[in-house]
């Protein structure tokens, strides 16, 4: 075990024990330099013959970890392998899970169990529609952290696992009894986003009635049994949720998450009230002909209302001096209408103005989509243009503290990867796409050359390839000239770094030279401009690199 007091890898300074495990131990520890605690999970050998099992295991999870990025799920940092331990740092999670609240205080308040299980439909969604999806299969309170600020954190991806189109059913049984789904356990077919929808409704099922679904009676009562004030509308969704057959259930969490959102309109009470509507409804029918028009006038008059104080926000918040004023006229054009990227589209330029996309605003702007689910996809060509723009304020802009830019690549590939090619009133965004998915190809083999190969297991990259997606950047002409300068600094860069591996893909040292001396010219036009701190940095930093990738190329190609 670890000692307190020790420092581990020269940085972490473990400070105390926070749990412990049948074959691991967690620590608190505090990156003295960087001045921020974190969690290290540690893996023993002690002897055991299960250690490389377990430890196979671990390795499985943290790389499915470094792939995510969601408010909900914890990020792993670091992990460290030596012959007698395995150690894991991840972020530390203030709080107690969700089965120690049961514990202390039982049942929780419907609203707020239907709060948390919002937050986890969100997550899930989001590992379910990753590519290959991800499926999660132990939800349950012991694997939900409860945070001070009322959020959840999902931990413990031990048993999660990637979705294979081409099996027929998993080779391994896992999940936790009680709270797994039927086909957990072998021989009903592969395990997929139902199976984590059924987890979620005894989970559910748990929270809100107190009663543990793995203790006896081993049986999932409707709520309502325990407690005839819950709603019926809740105990409708966990019934569904935790049918036997994955057909009868919800098949996906988005599903789940809009009947939570409207779980009291599947009440009882409010379905009998509904029926005397229908009634009432039925008898009023032919006032309903007679007003007919004026309903169809008041609807459209009521679009154009909506229309009219969206645009409102827009200029109010465009006319702002400040950004506190700015901001809240964004989002409440977003409160009004998610389904419209203007807004979303608007805060990011606003972000990216001065040239710089801080951590603090990127975190800003992807929780106000997040807590929209994702609603700004339903105007396609919107949408594109917010993924094409996040990307590149990612790629080329983003800064934390001086924090190296080529660390989020992979969040830019990702936001990369969601445009998609629409065409809206006769204009299409191909170009656009085109570059979106040349950025998405660079940052992938970009990724590689950043990861450590041999443990990813993704091999060598085709330089080939990824020369040719810098020409395809290089030849585009759907793009400004501060962006045009960035692209220019991306070839510059690696070419400098990659020479020889340019060099031994077959690229000539003539198509090499050609083009850099085209960018020479290029920025020798290129007047800096005093008002564009951005375009000013960039001009300096071609020209200080610009000779030293000439050099690179001397000496990569072996000339005089």
């Not at 200029?315 to 990227?341: C, F, G, M, P, W």
């Not at 790629?395 to 969040?411: F, V």
Request: glycine share 6%; proline share 3%; charged share 25%.
């Amino acid at each position: 075990m670890l000692e307190i007091g020790s420092v581990v890898d020269g940085k972490y300074k473990i400070l105390n024990k926070v749990g412990q495990g049948g074959m691991s131990v967690v620590y608190l520890a505090m990156n003295e330099k960087a001045n921020k605690q974190w969690a290290i999970k540690e893996l023993r050998k002690d002897g055991r013959q299960e250690f490389q099992v377990v430890k196979q295991g671990l390795i499985i999870e943290t790389d499915m970890l470094k792939k995510l990025e969601h408010p909900h799920l914890p990020s792993i940092v670091d992990v460290i392998d030596h012959d007698e331990t395995f150690l894991i740092v991840m972020d530390y999670i203030e709080g107690n899970t969700l089965l120690d609240t049961v514990k202390e205080y039982g049942a929780q308040p419907q609203e707020q169990v239907i709060a948390w299980s919002k937050q986890l439909c969100d997550v899930l969604q989001y590992l379910h529609t990753r590519k290959p999806p991800i499926i999660y299969r132990d939800m349950k309170p012991a694997n939900i952290m409860l945070k001070p600020d009322g959020n959840v954190m999902l931990i413990d991806f031990g048993t999660a696992r990637e979705y294979k189109n081409n099996r027929i059913e998993d080779t391994t049984c896992l999940g936790t009894q009680g709270y797994a789904a039927p086909e957990q356990f072998g021989g009903q077919g592969q395990t997929d986003a139902r199976t984590d929808v059924y987890c979620l409704g005894a989970t559910m099922y748990h929270l809100v009635t107190g009663h543990n679904p793995a203790k006896p009676p081993y049986e999932m009562y409707p709520i309502r049994h325990w407690n005839e004030a819950l709603s019926s509308g809740l105990e409708e969704i966990i019934l569904k949720c935790t049918m036997r057959n994955p057909d009868d259930r919800y098949q996906d969490c988005n599903e789940v998450l809009y009947a939570l959102e409207h779980y009291n309109e599947l009440d009882i009470e409010y379905k009998r009230r509904q029926k005397r509507h229908v009634i009432e409804f039925m008898l009023s029918a032919v006032l309903t002909v007679v007003f007919f028009g004026i309903a169809i006038f008041g609807h459209f008059h009521t679009q154009q209302l909506l229309s009219q104080t969206y645009e409102s926000y827009m200029e109010r918040a465009a006319q702002s001096t400040n950004d506190e004023d700015y901001l809240k006229y964004i989002k409440d054009a977003v409160d009004l209408d998610a389904s419209r990227a203007d807004a979303f589209l608007a805060l990011l330029e606003h972000y990216r103005h001065d040239g710089f996309f801080l951590r603090e605003e990127a975190e800003d702007i992807t929780r106000l989509v997040n807590e929209n689910n994702g609603r700004m996809k339903a105007d396609k060509a919107g949408y594109a243009d917010f993924a094409y723009n996040m990307g590149a304020a990612y790629w080329y802009e983003y800064s934390n503290d001086g924090e190296n830019y080529t660390s989020m690549i992979p969040q830019a590939t990702q936001w990369f990867s969601q445009v998609e090619e629409v065409e809206e009133k006769g204009v299409s965004n191909r170009a656009k796409y085109q570059n979106a998915m040349t950025y998405r190809d660079i940052g992938n083999n970009r990724s590689k050359l950043n990861q450590n190969t041999d443990q990813m297991g993704d091999g060598e990259i085709s330089f080939a390839e990824y020369w040719a997606g810098f020409v395809d950047l290089y030849q585009s002409e759907m793009v400004n000239e501060v962006t045009r300068l960035y692209i220019y600094k991306d070839i510059v860069t690696n070419i400098f770094n990659y020479a020889s591996e340019f060099q031994n893909a077959g690229i000539e040292e003539e198509t090499i030279t050609a083009m850099l001396a085209d960018i020479q010219a290029q920025v020798e036009k290129t007047p800096a401009d005093a008002a564009n701190a951005a375009q000013s940095r960039l001009i300096d930093y071609l020209n200080e690199n610009i000779p030293r990738a000439e050099s690179a190329i001397l000496a990569a190609f072996g000339s005089p």
